[in-house]
């Protein structure tokens, strides 16, 4: 038995929309060799095992794959952390020791656009024309659609197509969020899904700060199959 937190990540002010995510807390309660069979049996974007939840060691996995650093669960398993045992400085996924800050009830993290899958970008004349897409562009199974809201204040609506790691298509993508905002080189707030909000800013390292509001739905016990 391990308890298991459901979240949304990168809600919008409300806390309606957000990009689901499972958390155990105490990773140590799910066996390595039992991880993946549990991520694919929960079928979220993606669940997180907390291994040290003072040093913000952090496994993540897709129903398919374990990733080295991913968006959306580091910032929930950071404003969590925060909530149920106390703030970090930083996370320590396999890809590297991610930086950590917080802000008006938000979490934000620091990943370099090298460490996710690569996504490719394509940008549709209007936001119209994203939300009209009934799949993913031609051309990639890591691809993502984009279009202005209004490009002088940064504001942008997209939508994410993973197919690649076992997402038909991701609700709030922060990987692909550090990847635009490292290639678009300005502060963005991005739109995405049925009405998540994710807040993007390049940082002069070269690492792109992503950060939203999250919100707690349920902590219910798993059975360990």
């Not at 490719?120 to 994203?130: G, K, P």
């Not at 635009?180 to 070269?206: F, K, T, V, Y």
């Amino acid at each position: 038995m391990a308890t298991l937190h459901l979240l949304r990540v990168f809600c919008a002010e409300d806390g309606s929309g957000g990009n689901p995510l499972a958390v155990f807390l105490d990773g140590g309660e799910v066996p390595a060799a039992s991880r993946q069979a549990v991520a694919a049996d929960l079928g979220l974007s993606e669940t997180v095992f907390i291994d040290d939840p003072g040093r913000g060691e952090i496994r993540i996995f897709t129903p398919a794959v374990e990733l080295d650093f991913a968006g959306h669960p580091s910032v929930g398993s950071a404003w969590l952390l925060a909530r149920e045992r106390a703030p970090v400085e930083a996370l320590n996924p396999p890809a590297g020791a991610v930086p950590v800050r917080y802000e008006g009830g938000m979490s934000f993290i620091a990943g370099r656009p090298e460490w996710p899958p690569s996504y490719e970008f394509v940008e549709l004349a209007t936001a119209s024309e994203v939300e009209a897409l009934t799949g993913p562009p031609p051309g990639s199974d890591m691809i993502g659609a984009f279009a202005w809201i209004d490009e002088q204040a940064g504001v942008l609506r997209s939508r994410m197509f993973p197919v690649g790691i076992g997402i038909d298509e991701d609700e709030a993508t922060g990987a692909a969020a550090v990847q635009l905002g490292g290639r678009l080189g300005r502060p963005i707030d991005i739109r995405q899904g049925r009405g998540s909000r994710i807040l993007a800013r390049p940082r002069p390292d070269g690492s792109v700060e992503i950060g939203g509001r999250t919100v707690l739905d349920e902590t219910r016990e798993y059975v360990v199959g």
